[in-house]
């Protein structure tokens, strides 16, 4: 998401995939960048929506254009191609987290090197964004989740059954209406979503998703294969329920209703039938007008855990209905189990469960209102250690619909202290508290002072659910009393987020960043809120979010993008023990020009302006980790060391460049042209560049080395383009190490060697082939060998078992030697 803050600086920031080099020319160069981007339009304005929009408000606001613009609606307007493309173009970077990100960091330069571009200047049918284009968009009731919020909602407390589609599967459309109705009856049950697989392929082929529509249901990931009718989902759905309806009778009536764990509880029991329905009758008839299983099973899921849902069936209990004085069917809410015998219980007309659950939260007791000095001494006694119990405070401006909900978590946060806090009345504390207006908004004050806001949805479930993973969190919330000092002066490690509570992927991480916080202790971490502290952003350069930012000694190190836990903690733990080493021209010179004949390096001349630059660097630890010491990784900033990068001939940025070992100086160094910059792709082209065990077979000694030798040899034919040959290479390195003693291990370019290839019949590659070795001299064995599984999990222990003699007299003869 992209800082609110003035455009020029942003500008300036940018980078490009080639780069052109040198202090003066990149001065020239950026004021240039600056002119152009001035003029193109920004892609916030041309969907007329705010830059912190989440992916729905996106998708609708392209819509909304699309079927006013659409070249189809204007045939009389020459320019109305251009002006679609253009709206086109800026709904498929928005609607991409990545891209988005990209684009609100470096402008369009930073979208020069995306793949894919072309089909930005495509675009549909005006009928298809009228009928197909985010098919459930308007419906409140369904969720429509993206690869931004999918795993951080499927994959919590909640059951999520989820529809992915296609807007061009006619299924898909005929099950609309019913997944329409279905998820209103569910309200408040279960949670409905949907996936649009047009827009989210890569989410839905993660998801297992090989058809439209399918149903999935979270957080088990469970496919339904059952039959589409709603009675058929319903029934299904609320099987999966695990909220309790309690059987009530006339022996067991005292027993559960003032059981311990009950008795304090309130109750909304179901009577159903009238007590004397069996004198005369027929039992179907006496329960006519109840309140049916489905009902009480909807009904205990909207209200668990807060209160309990009991059922009583009066035909058969007709003793027990008579004396609660039941006549017919009916439902009755006790404030406890104790009060389940008075007279004064509330008593309802039968109706659908939501809307009975909504007229219980409101016989709840409200939840504590707190006066500005009943916040304060509770936040005095959590800072002081005069107490452990934490405080949800939920922030208000005035009456909000949201506090009759908020009536449950007394019940599920029984151990802590719950109440609303009315800003409108007491602005001064609200503002120490850099509340904002944006109300309302919920927080969690814990043990020595510390407290952190609520991101999420304002449900019951959703707080708890915060407030429970924050209770022992060490994320702290920053604001000017206590950022930049004295936190970069401390002489301690923090790790800083700058977020915005409107931006999806920031909300994401902060239960990343909690988690991050238990695995480092030694480590402190904090928050800035950039909607409340622009300023504070401003000053540390944060342009996206969520931006991070590790201070050592003072010294920043940033990071931008949202990141799991485990990609925090080797972030900072690359920036503790750093595996890149910064060169400079005098190190440069030391250790990679006059390099020892052993070591080889990988070099990444950067420019910090340089859009791409910064992509790559973190991809570079990660090369520097995958490397594992056997090759050297180093940068270069050509900002800083100009001189040694036009020495070196650096003319776009960023360059990266073997130098291998064996050599000296300039000899043999090689450039990365690949298109990929990733530490993966990087990686499978710096093995080439490495010592291996395996050699090299040529069409020139293949007969005689392979062919007509009487060892054992094991073969892989490759192409060095292809991918999957690359990312073989590693795994037969591997192989060459265990089997190398008494298999010889060679490999073969059938780029170069077309001849061998096509004689040994390989279709594939990369193809691994066993040739046993001839028993005559002069004689040839078969160009085909034997061909195997190259895994080497696989390989290795079967060509073990294939030349176990060899292998025998192989390791006599160590011993031998040993001895």
């Not at 600086?9 to 160069?29: H, P, T």
Request: with cysteine.
């Amino acid at each position: 998401m992209d800082a609110k803050t003035k455009r020029p600086y942003m500008l300036m920031n940018r980078g490009q995939s080639s780069c052109v080099k040198g202090a003066i020319i990149a001065f020239v160069l950026l004021s240039t960048m600056a002119v152009m981007c001035s003029a193109a339009k920004d892609y916030y304005e041309l969907l007329v929506i705010e830059r912190d929009a989440s992916t729905k408000d996106i998708r609708r606001a392209f819509k909304k254009l699309a079927l006013k613009m659409h070249p189809d609606k204007n045939q009389d307007d020459p320019k109305a191609h251009d002006k679609f493309v253009e709206i086109n173009r800026a709904y498929e970077v928005l609607k991409d987290e990545d891209l988005r990100k990209k684009y609100d960091r470096f402008g369009e330069e930073g979208l020069k090197d995306q793949q894919g571009q072309g089909r930005w200047n495509r675009y549909e049918s005006w009928q298809y964004y009228k009928t197909e284009f985010g098919l459930y968009d308007e419906d409140p009731e369904v969720v429509t989740l993206s690869k931004t919020d999918f795993e951080q909602s499927v994959f919590g407390e909640d059951i999520w059954f989820v529809n992915f589609y296609s807007p061009r599967c006619h299924h898909c459309h005929d099950l609309a209406p019913i997944w329409r109705e279905f998820a209103k009856e569910m309200e408040g049950v279960i949670r409905i979503g949907a996936v649009n697989c047009h827009d989210d392929n890569p989410l839905c082929t993660a998801q297992g998703v090989r058809f439209f529509p399918t149903l999935n249901i979270y957080p088990e990931k469970e496919e339904y294969t059952g039959a589409r009718k709603l009675d058929d989902l319903m029934k299904h759905a609320l099987r999966l329920v695990h909220a309790e309806v309690h059987s009530i009778w006339t022996g067991n009536f005292k027993k559960v209703l003032l059981a311990e764990e009950h008795e304090d509880q309130p109750w909304v029991v179901s009577y159903c039938g009238a007590p004397d329905g069996h004198d005369g009758e027929s039992t179907e008839v006496a329960h006519s007008g109840c309140f049916d299983t489905e009902d009480q099973t909807k009904l205990a899921s909207i209200l668990n855990k807060v209160v309990n849902v009991g059922a009583v069936d009066c035909v058969a209990s007709a003793k027990l209905c008579k004396k609660l004085n039941i006549e017919e069917s009916t439902i009755r809410f006790y404030p406890t189990g104790k009060k389940a015998f008075s007279s004064k219980s509330k008593e309802f007309e039968l109706d659908e469960p939501k809307r009975i659950a909504d007229e219980v939260l409101k016989l709840l007791p409200d939840i504590l209102t707190l006066t500005d000095e009943e916040l304060q001494s509770g936040r005095d006694a959590l800072k002081d250690g005069k107490t452990d119990e934490a405080m949800v405070v939920y922030f208000m401006s005035g009456k909000e619909d949201h506090v009759i909900e908020l009536r449950k978590l007394p019940y599920l946060l029984k151990h802590l202290t719950v109440g609303k806090f009315n800003c409108t009345e007491h602005q001064s504390l609200c503002r120490e508290l850099f509340i904002g207006t944006e109300l309302p908004k919920v927080a969690l004050f814990r043990k020595g002072g510390a407290h952190e806001f609520h991101h999420g949805r304002l449900f019951a479930q959703d707080i708890a659910a915060f407030a429970r993973q924050s209770i022992d969190s060490r994320l702290h919330m920053l604001g000017p009393d206590s950022f930049p000092n004295p936190v970069i002066n401390s002489g301690k490690l923090w790790f800083v987020d700058f977020f915005s509570p409107h931006c999806p992927p920031c909300r994401q991480m902060l239960p990343q960043l909690r988690k991050a916080a238990t695995l480092l202790p030694d480590v402190n971490f904090g928050t800035v809120d950039c909607t409340i502290h622009n300023p504070l952003c401003n000053q540390n350069n944060v342009r996206s979010y969520p931006t991070t930012i590790m201070y050592n000694d003072s010294k920043p190190h940033m990071n931008t993008g949202y990141k799991t836990a485990e990609e925090i903690v080797d972030f900072i733990e690359d920036m503790l023990h750093p595996t890149v080493v910064d060169l400079d021209p005098t190190s440069f010179q030391n250790r990679v020009i006059n390099r020892k004949q052993e070591d080889m390096w990988l070099v990444d001349f950067y420019a910090p302006w340089c859009g791409p630059c910064q992509a790559l660097l973190p991809e570079w630890r990660k090369l520097a980790k995958k490397l594992n010491g056997t090759a050297n990784v180093g940068t270069i900033d050509c900002v800083t060391h100009g001189g040694l990068c036009t020495q070196q001939g650096v003319r776009s940025y960023p360059t990266i460049r073997a130098f291998p070992g064996g050599r000296t100086g300039n000899a043999g160094r090689s450039d990365y042209n690949g298109w990929m910059r990733d530490a993966s792709s990087i990686f499978y082209w710096a093995y080439n560049f490495l010592p291996s065990s395996v050699e090299v077979v040529t069409r020139s000694n293949f007969r005689e080395k392979v062919l007509r030798s009487k060892e054992p040899w094991v073969v892989d034919f490759y192409m060095p383009q292809c991918m999957p040959c690359q990312q073989y290479m590693p795994e037969y390195e591997q192989v060459a190490k265990d089997v190398s003693s008494f298999v010889h291990v060679g490999k073969v370019d059938c780029t170069q060697n077309q001849n061998i290839c096509q004689q040994a019949s390989i279709n594939y590659f990369p193809s691994v082939r066993i040739y046993k070795g001839t028993t005559k001299d002069g004689i040839s064995q078969n160009w085909f060998g034997e061909q195997v599984d190259k895994t080497p999990s696989t390989l290795i222990p079967y060509l073990k078992q294939r030349f176990r003699q060899k292998l025998n007299n192989q390791s006599k003869k160590a011993a031998k030697d040993e001895l």
